[in-house]
T-cell receptor
Framework: EDKVVQSPLSLVVHEGDTVTLNCSYE??????LLWYKQEKKAPTFLFML????IEKKSGRLSSILDKKELFSILNITATQTGDSAVYLC??????????????FGKGTKLSVIP | DTEVTQTPKHLVMGMTNKKSLKCEQH?????MYWYKQKAKKPPELMFV???????INESVPSRFSPECPNSSLLNLHLHALQPEDSALYLC????????????????FGPGTRLTVT
C-alpha cells in the first residue's frame, strides 16, 4: 500500500522564522510529488516535482525532491501570518490498469504568530 | 480562466433527498476528479474521469453517482446519503490524467460543504 508521511504534524513559529516541512513516501511506480497549501477551503497548488535535486522556487517558498532517499522538503523563509495553513504533500503513482492515483499525506499544520 | 468552480457552496440534505453537486472548468483540462475530505483529514479520491470516461472508481458506495456530460462539466448525484457522508466534496481538474511519461498538477475547486441530517 502506498504511504505518504509528513512531519511535523503541526508547527508554531514566529513571523520572520524559516520553516522546513518534510514529506517521505513509500510508493511503487512513483511519478511525481506535489505540494499544496490548504487554508479554509480547497487545496491550492504550490509545486510539482518529478526530478531529484532540482529546486523549485516561488517567492519565499522552495521545494526539492530526493528520489533516492524518497523524501521532499518544503522551505518557507521569512514566514508571515498569511502562511498559516495546512501544507499537504501528495504523491502520484501508477496504480495499475493504466491509471495513476494521488495519495495525500495527513498534512502539516503551520501556525505563524506575529 | 484558471478556475475550477463548484456549486452549491453549502448543501444540507435529508437522508431521503436526491441532490447533485456540480463542477465546471474552462481550462481545456481533460481529466476531472471528485474527492471527499473529512475534517482534519487529507482529501480521499472518489472518482476520476479522463476524456469524459470514468477511469477510476475507488469503491465508492452506489449512493454516489458521478456523471461527466462533457469535458468541462462534472456532476456528482447524491441519493439516500448517510450522516457519515457529511464532508467537504472537492472537485479538481488536470490537463490530462497522468501517464507513463507525463504528470499533471491538479487544480482544486472551492468545494461543497455537505451536511446530511
Amino acid at each position: 500500500e502506498d504511504k505518504v508521511v509528513q512531519s511535523p504534524l503541526s508547527l508554531v513559529v514566529h513571523e520572520g522564522d524559516t520553516v522546513t516541512l518534510n514529506c517521505s513516501y513509500e510508493v511503487t511506480n512513483f511519478r511525481s510529488l506535489l505540494w499544496y497549501k490548504q487554508e479554509k477551503k480547497a487545496p491550492t497548488f504550490l509545486f510539482m516535482l518529478t526530478s531529484s535535486g532540482i529546486e523549485k522556487k516561488s517567492g519565499r517558498l522552495s521545494s526539492i525532491l530526493d528520489k533516492k532517499e524518497l523524501f521532499s522538503i518544503l522551505n518557507i523563509t521569512a514566514t508571515q501570518t498569511g502562511d498559516s495553513a495546512v501544507y499537504l504533500c501528495a504523491v502520484q503513482a501508477y496504480s495499475g490498469a493504466g491509471s495513476y492515483q494521488l495519495t495525500f499525506g495527513k498534512g502539516t499544520k503551520l501556525s505563524v504568530i506575529p | 480562466d484558471t478556475e475550477v468552480t463548484q456549486t452549491p457552496k453549502h448543501l444540507v440534505m435529508g437522508m431521503t433527498n436526491k441532490k447533485s453537486l456540480k463542477c465546471e472548468q474552462h481550462m481545456g483540462h481533460r481529466a476531472m476528479y471528485w474527492y471527499k475530505q473529512k475534517a482534519k483529514k487529507p482529501p480521499e479520491l472518489m472518482f476520476v474521469y479522463s476524456y469524459e470516461k470514468l477511469s477510476i472508481n475507488e469503491s465508492v458506495p452506489s449512493r454516489f453517482s458521478p456523471e461527466c456530460p462533457n469535458s468541462s462539466l462534472l456532476n456528482l448525484h447524491l441519493h439516500a446519503l448517510q450522516p457519515e457522508d457529511s464532508a467537504l466534496y472537492l472537485c479538481a481538474s488536470s490537463q490530462g490524467e497522468a501517464a507513463h511519461f507525463t504528470s499533471y498538477e491538479q487544480y482544486f475547486g472551492p468545494g461543497t460543504r455537505l451536511t446530511v441530517t
